[in-house]
């Protein structure tokens, strides 16, 4: 079933760890998205690649970084993790590279930082 | 910032009554769109007005869009329990350059049998 992917589905994670969330798609889609969602305040974009071999910040981007080597994947990496870090991630996928029409989200990763 | 803020909070219905949720927005607009997230879920894509458009309908979900007002409103019409979710808007900034789509907080319908 053609779609989006996340790995893992939930991570506790001691704070200093480093840890890569994972997202893959099948799609072909040229624009991929990280996203942050925390109660009361809605979804908060982190990062997003228009096509591969690009990236941008978006809202919310320190403390994260990601790479795009191809048009499937796009792994957000938290280099050192800390508690506010704590939250749910949705990753996502638009065929427009300038995100301009839907978007598809994944199932989410539940990370909690202690 | 959010670019989307809709209202109310949270709405609480009946099985088979209709269910309103506006959404403002400060900026300009390519389009606005509507997602709606289960509990515990990704987001699912219900419906995209383009600020040339005035009014879409998609089943019983109808949405309108005033860009006079800056605002935009969805419509679901005899509802289910199963309609039971959050919904978002979201917009896109002409003026920003990238991949720019803006979430607002979210309404929580709950759809009582």
């Known amino acids: 079933i053609a779609g989006i992917t996340q790995a893992p589905t939930s991570q506790i994670l001691a704070a200093g760890r480093r840890m890569t969330l994972r997202c893959t798609q099948d799609m072909r889609h040229n624009a991929m998205y990280w996203y942050r969602q925390d109660l009361g305040l809605g979804l908060r974009l982190i990062h997003y690649?228009?096509?591969?071999?690009?990236?941008g910040k978006g809202e919310v981007p320190d403390g994260y970084s990601v790479s795009r080597a191809n048009t499937d994947d796009f792994p957000l990496t938290l280099a050192s993790a800390v508690p506010s870090q704590t939250s749910v991630y949705f990753c996502a996928s638009s065929q427009d590279p300038r995100g301009r029409d839907e978007q598809f989200f994944g199932p989410g990763t539940r990370l909690t930082v202690l | 910032s959010q670019q989307g803020e809709e209202d109310p909070q949270a709405l609480s219905i009946q099985e088979g009554e209709n269910a309103t949720m506006n959404c403002s927005y400060k900026t300009s607009i390519n389009n606005l769109q509507w997602y709606r997230q289960n509990s515990g879920r990704g987001l699912v894509h219900l419906i995209l007005i383009r600020s040339n458009e005035r009014e879409k309908h998609s089943g019983r979900l109808r949405v309108t869009l005033d860009t006079s007002k800056k605002s935009s409103s969805l419509l679901i019409t005899a509802s289910r329990a199963a309609d039971t979710a959050s919904y978002f808007c979201?917009?896109?900034?002409?003026?920003?350059?990238?991949?720019?789509?803006?979430f607002g907080e979210g309404t929580q319908l709950t759809v009582n049998p």
């Open positions: 979201a917009t896109d900034d002409p003026e920003t350059s990238g991949s720019r789509l803006t």
């Open positions: 690649s228009n096509t591969a071999g690009t990236t």
